[in-house]
């Protein structure tokens, strides 16, 4: 049983978090812009379960291995610098909200925020460091490791996926003239090609 004064402490602490700007945020707002609101809530739906497999893996231990083997922190990186990359070619190359070009489907939207969650190494690490603060060693770790981030994950999702539904639904509408798409497209790919350089000048902890 989780002291209620912990809950307390932890609830406003993630709350805090999630409503800092940062590049989840950043990826539902260039989700929303690509693909409406619907893919932005699917992509914030795909972090938050990415955070959840972080926090059950750092429960378990595993964080404290990425943190000691630079070759896996490093590949886990380049992977997720890659997939960033490879969505900002895309973006660039598909129209956004024409009639002849289905909208990105929230299972992709889904997919792509579950993939770029988990192949950030320092979102295990900044759980490993965050969580923590409010174990308690003697109780289940690795179901307060759930609990709470189970926490930090449902406020990110609520948080990043109104950032996303706001882009979306204002993205829609200018996408309808085509010099605006144009802008609109160039906007959301230059958002995922920023976020792959800041992935990958990243430096471990």
Do not use: H
């Not at 990415?50 to 070759?71: E, F, K, Q």
């Not at 380049?78 to 598909?94: E, I, S």
């Not at 295990?124 to 609990?147: S, T």
């Amino acid at each position: 049983m989780i002291d209620p004064v912990v809950l307390l402490t932890v609830v406003p602490a993630a709350l805090a978090l999630n409503l800092t700007p940062g590049a989840d945020m950043m990826f539902c707002l260039a989700q929303g812009m690509r693909g409406g609101g619907r893919a932005a809530v699917a992509a914030s739906a795909g972090i938050s379960t990415g955070s959840m497999i972080a926090s059950g893996l750092a429960g378990l231990g595993l964080g404290a291995l990425v943190a000691s083997l630079p070759w896996l922190f490093d590949t886990i990186r380049w992977v997720g610098v890659a997939y960033l990359v490879w969505l900002a070619v895309q973006t660039l190359r598909r129209p956004l909200g024409r009639s002849e070009v289905p909208a990105a489907r929230p299972s992709r939207a889904f997919r792509d925020g579950l993939i770029i969650n988990l192949s950030n190494p320092k979102v295990i690490l900044f759980i490993l460091a965050f969580v923590p603060q409010f174990v308690d060693p003697e109780g289940p770790v690795l179901a307060q490791f759930l609990i709470f981030g189970g926490i930090l994950s449902l406020g990110g999702f609520v948080v990043n996926g109104a950032v996303g539904l706001s882009a979306g639904g204002l993205g829609r509408r200018l996408a309808a003239s085509p010099g605006v798409e144009r802008v609109l497209r160039v906007a959301s790919a230059t958002v995922f090609a920023g976020l792959a350089a800041r992935l990958a000048l990243e430096q471990r902890p």
